[in-house]
C-alpha cells in the first residue's frame, strides 16, 4: 500500500504547485478587469464557497459507488479547463465563474483524495501517512506562487495560467496511469450505508468538524492580516515574505513526524496539544517586538499545525471506517472551507470595529473554544 502514495503524492504536488502559481496572481488579474475590492473577496470565496455546497455529496455518491478514480479524474481535468477559463476571461464575472469551476474541481479532488490515503493506510499509522501526503501538499502550495510571479514577469499573467492547465494535465496523466483504485472490501460494498443526518449526529465528528472550523478561522485571518501587523511594527515586505515562506515550509517538512508523534502517543492528545501551541502563538503575535520573536510565533504555529492536522485526519480516517471514508473527508474539507471562505470577513470587520490587535485575540479564543468543543464532543469516548 505504501507504494501507492508516491504516484498519488506526485500527482498532488503537481497539481497544488499549478493552483498555487496562480491564486497570488489574481488580486492584480482582477483589478486589470476593473474588479472592485467586493469583486475581489468573491472571487476568492468563490472556491471554498463550492467545494462546502458540493463536497458531502460528492463524498457521499463516491462510497455508494465505492470509487475514487472517476471522481479525481473528472476533477483534474476541470481544474485543467479552468486555467484556460481563466486565462481567457475579458469581464471580471468571467473570473468569478472561473473559480465557482475551479471550486467544482477542488471538490471532486481533496476529499477523494484524503479518502483514498484512508482506505490504504493501515490501523494505527493512519496520522503518520496524512502527515507524508500533507508534507507533499504544503510543499507543493509554498514553491508555486514564486515560479507563477517568475512566469507573470517574464511571459505574462496568462501565461501563468496556461502553465497551470499543463501542470493540470501532467497530474492527470500521473494520476491516470499510476494511480490503483483502492476498493473497499467486498463485504464493506455490500453494506449499507449509515444515514446521513445519523452521521452528522456523531458527537465525534461535530466535534473534529467544529475544531476544524474555528483552525480555519484562525489560519485565514493570519494569511489575511498578518502582513498587515508586522507592517505596523516595521517589518519590510521582504521580511513578511521571508516568514510567511518559513512557516509553509517549516509546516511541510514537520507533518511526517507529527503524524509519527500523533499515531505513538494519541491522535486525541495530539490534536489537542498542537491546536493549544498554536493558538497561543497566535494570541501573541500583537505583542511581538520584532522579526526574532516573529519567527519563533510561527515556529510555534508550524509545530502546532504539524501535530493537529495529520492528528485530524487520522481521526476523522478512524471514524470513517464506520460511515464511509469520502463521506467523513467531506465533511472535514466543508468546516475548513467554511471557516476559510467566512474568516477574512469575520477578522475584516473586527478590524474596523475595534483594531488590528483584537483580530488575533478574538480569532484566536475562538480556537481555543473549538479545542472545548473537540473536548466535550469526545469526553464520552
Not at 349 to 355: C, E, M, R, T, V
Request: proline content about 5%.
Amino acid at each position: 500500500m505504501k507504494r501507492q502514495l508516491f504516484p498519488l503524492g506526485a500527482t498532488l504536488f503537481v497539481l497544488m504547485a499549478g493552483v498555487s502559481m496562480v491564486t497570488p496572481l489574481l488580486p492584480t488579474y482582477a483589478r486589470t478587469l476593473g474588479a472592485s475590492g467586493i469583486w475581489i473577496g468573491l472571487i476568492f470565496s468563490g472556491l471554498p464557497i463550492m467545494r462546502s455546497l458540493l463536497s458531502p455529496f460528492i463524498g457521499r455518491m463516491s462510497d455508494r459507488m465505492g470509487k475514487i478514480k472517476p471522481f479525481v479524474s473528472a476533477g483534474i481535468s476541470i481544474y485543467a479547463i479552468a486555467s484556460i477559463l481563466f486565462a481567457e476571461s475579458t469581464r471580471v464575472v468571467h473570473l468569478f465563474i472561473s473559480r465557482l469551476f475551479q471550486g467544482l474541481g477542488s471538490s471532486l479532488v481533496t476529499p477523494q483524495v484524503m479518502a483514498y490515503i484512508a482506505r490504504i493506510a493501515p490501523r494505527g499509522e493512519e496520522s503518520r501517512y496524512f502527515g507524508i501526503i500533507n508534507m507533499i501538499f504544503f510543499l507543493g502550495l509554498g514553491i508555486g506562487p514564486f515560479f507563477g510571479g517568475a512566469l507573470a514577469d517574464l511571459l505574462g499573467i496568462k501565461a501563468a495560467f496556461y502553465i497551470m492547465g499543463i501542470l493540470s494535465f501532467t497530474a492527470l496523466l500521473i494520476f491516470i496511469l499510476l494511480v490503483k483504485e483502492i476498493r473497499p472490501k467486498k463485504e464493506k460494498r455490500e453494506k449499507k450505508l449509515v444515514p446521513f443526518k445519523l452521521i452528522i449526529k456523531d458527537r465525534r465528528i461535530l466535534g473534529i468538524v467544529f475544531f476544524r472550523f474555528a483552525l480555519a478561522i484562525t489560519r485565514a485571518a493570519t494569511l489575511t492580516f498578518f502582513p498587515v501587523l508586522a507592517a505596523i511594527h516595521g517589518l519590510s515586505r521582504s521580511g513578511i515574505g521571508f516568514i510567511l515562506t518559513y512557516q509553509m515550509l517549516l509546516l511541510s517538512f514537520s507533518q511526517y513526524p507529527g503524524g509519527k508523534i500523533a499515531d505513538r502517543y494519541g491522535k486525541f492528545e495530539s490534536l489537542v496539544a498542537g491546536g493549544t501551541i498554536a493558538n497561543i502563538a497566535f494570541i501573541l503575535f500583537p505583542f511581538s517586538p520584532g522579526m526574532l520573536w516573529y519567527l519563533v510565533l510561527n515556529t510555534l504555529i508550524s509545530f502546532g499545525g504539524a501535530l493537529s492536522m495529520p492528528a485530524a485526519m487520522g481521526l476523522i480516517s478512524e471514524i470513517g471506517r464506520e460511515y464511509g471514508p469520502a463521506t467523513t473527508m467531506s465533511l472535514l474539507d466543508v468546516a475548513f472551507s467554511i471557516g476559510f471562505a467566512i474568516g477574512p470577513v469575520f477578522s475584516g470587520a473586527i478590524y474596523d470595529i475595534l483594531n488590528i490587535s483584537s483580530v488575533f485575540y478574538i480569532t484566536g479564543f475562538m480556537g481555543f473554544l473549538g479545542i472545548g468543543m473537540l473536548y466535550i464532543c469526545f469526553r464520552r469516548y
